[in-house]
């Protein structure tokens, strides 16, 4: 089966500056691959996804990587605001939603 | 635009009692339905999906069951909750039949059982 697992659990950024997040997958078989973002006590809310027929795909100060050599993927926020703070985590998939995998999630602060 | 509502957002119930959440989505038709639960630090582990009226799948064995009596109501229920049930429930949708992928959120329902 698939495993997802994020590189860090906790992430502390600068306002303004630009924020990294990691993802691992193990299934090479996998072939979309969804970024969430989670704030407290609420449901998580749909950032950006991208097919493995692409390597990299922007949204509003948001861009997804994606590393099929090596089965990675990162999310990167460009200048971080307090808004973004929040857990992110990636989904990973095969096959139908039914088949997502999700990450444990790492917890962004944005540091006035 | 399609919307997804949950309710209740807070429950505490004691050990031992039932359990009826529910969900609901609006502006789409004949989606699939999905139950998760969210452990403090964890990723979300499904429970339950549905891709239609009366049709359930299980995902993990469990004090849990599911229903979906219309097209786009989806309900978790239990007869008596153990201590193990607490957490943080969400509802989920999907476009049928399923040829995205991508999975909507509702608010999430936090249980604590006590």
């Known amino acids: 089966g698939e495993s997802v697992g994020l590189h860090l659990p906790t992430l502390s950024v600068q306002e303004g500056d630009n924020s990294i997040i990691n993802c691992a997958y193990s299934?090479?078989?996998?072939?979309?691959f969804i970024w969430y973002k989670q704030e407290s006590g609420k449901g998580p809310q749909f950032i950006i996804d991208?097919?493995?027929?692409?390597d990299k795909r922007q949204g509003q100060r948001v861009t997804v990587l994606l590393n099929k050599t090596v089965k990675h993927l990162s999310l990167q926020i460009a200048a971080t605001q307090p808004g973004d703070s929040a857990v992110y985590f990636c989904?990973?998939?095969?096959?139908?939603?039914?088949?997502?995998?999700f990450g444990s999630g790492t917890q962004l602060t944005v540091l006035p | 635009s399609q919307t997804i509502h949950q309710w209740p957002a807070t429950l505490v119930q004691p050990v031992g009692s039932p359990l009826s959440l529910e969900c609901t989505v609006e502006?789409?038709?004949?989606?699939?339905l999905y139950w998760y639960r969210q452990a403090a630090g964890r990723g979300l582990q499904l429970l339950f999906y549905?891709?239609?009226?009366?049709?359930i799948s299980s995902e993990v064995p469990q004090n849990l069951s599911a229903s979906r009596p219309q097209d786009r109501q989806f309900i978790l229920s239990s007869k008596k909750l153990l201590l193990s049930d607490s957490g943080f429930y969400l509802c989920?949708?999907?476009?049928?039949?399923?040829?995205?992928?991508?999975?909507?959120f509702g608010s999430g329902t936090q249980l604590s059982v006590l």
């Open positions: 989920a949708w999907s476009v049928h039949p399923g040829l995205d992928e991508k999975l909507f």
């Open positions: 991208i097919r493995s027929n692409m």
């Open positions: 299934n090479s078989a996998s072939d979309y």
């Open positions: 549905s891709v239609g009226i009366g049709q």
């Open positions: 989904a990973v998939s095969s096959g139908s939603a039914r088949q997502l995998t």
């Open positions: 502006g789409t038709s004949n989606p699939n």
